[in-house]
């Protein structure tokens, strides 16, 4: 019931900024957390961040930490504002609606498409 649909991905030079957006619509999307994930090739979906929309705590993989931020600045988006980015970020980034905070992609029930970020050295 719930539609995810993520925007923002390019590319972007190593140092630089991107902000990635999510939209939710349908359902209750607002009873969800927002997690998103990455997945580069030839290795496995990784957990990036997630924010519960109503209160705003949020939490993050370690190798991000005072580098992304993810930020409920409406009442239907939410944004991966994403700083001092590394090659190593080179993913396909996904944004997904969940029960609960995870870092776990089995836990979380609704998926965007994807949107392609791509850091040049």
């Known amino acids: 019931q719930v539609q995810l649909v993520e925007s923002g991905g390019g590319l972007v030079q190593a140092g630089g900024s991107l902000r990635l957006s999510c939209v939710a619509s349908g359902g209750t999307f607002r009873r969800y957390v927002i997690g998103w994930f990455r997945q580069a090739p030839g290795k496995e979906r990784e957990f990036v961040a997630a924010?519960?929309?109503?209160?705003?705590?949020s939490k993050y993989e370690d190798s991000v930490k005072g580098r992304f931020t993810a930020l409920t600045d409406n009442a239907n988006t939410v944004y991966l504002q994403m700083n001092s980015l590394k090659p190593e970020d080179t993913a396909v980034y996904s944004c997904?609606?969940?029960?609960?905070?995870?870092?776990?992609?089995?836990?979380?029930?609704?998926w965007g498409q994807g949107t392609q970020v791509t850091v040049s050295s």
């Open positions: 924010v519960v929309w109503f209160n705003g705590y």
């Open positions: 997904a609606a969940g029960s609960r905070i995870s870092t776990s992609d089995v836990d979380y029930e609704y």
